[in-house]
């Protein structure tokens, strides 16, 4: 039993890591390959540590990659935002200086 055991682990995991080398970095459907990997290594236990080495690091660089995507688009949106109050700003500005009340 031992024996069928390890074969499916190291079977279904390198066919998985297999997958996984032909994915792109962001696609969608490394989540679900991701899932089934880590569905397999909490039932595999101890067995699954030989792995978890080649695995942990991929993991490391897809959660820093992820990081890296959210820190520029969150730069982005302070960009965008600081531009649209600046104009804000300006229009509230130019209605001052239009209006006859404020003139001398």
């Known amino acids: 039993k031992f024996r069928e055991q390890h074969k499916f682990l190291e079977g279904a995991v390198s066919s998985m890591l297999q997958h996984w080398s032909k994915m792109e970095t962001g696609s969608y459907g490394l989540f ?4 089934s990997l880590s ?11 030989p792995y ?15 990081l ?5 688009l969150r730069w982005r949106q302070k960009q965008v935002e600081a531009k649209q ?15 006859s009340r404020f003139q001398r």
């Open 85 to 99: 109050q600046q104009k804000r700003q300006q229009q509230r500005d130019s209605e001052l200086h239009s209006d």
């Open 68 to 72: 890296k995507t959210l820190q520029e």
């Open 39 to 49: 569905a397999i290594a909490l039932s595999a236990e101890q067995k699954f540590l």
């Open 32 to 35: 679900p390959l991701l899932e």
């Open 52 to 66: 978890a080495k080649v695995i942990f690091p991929q993991c490391l660089k897809l959660i820093m990659m992820n």
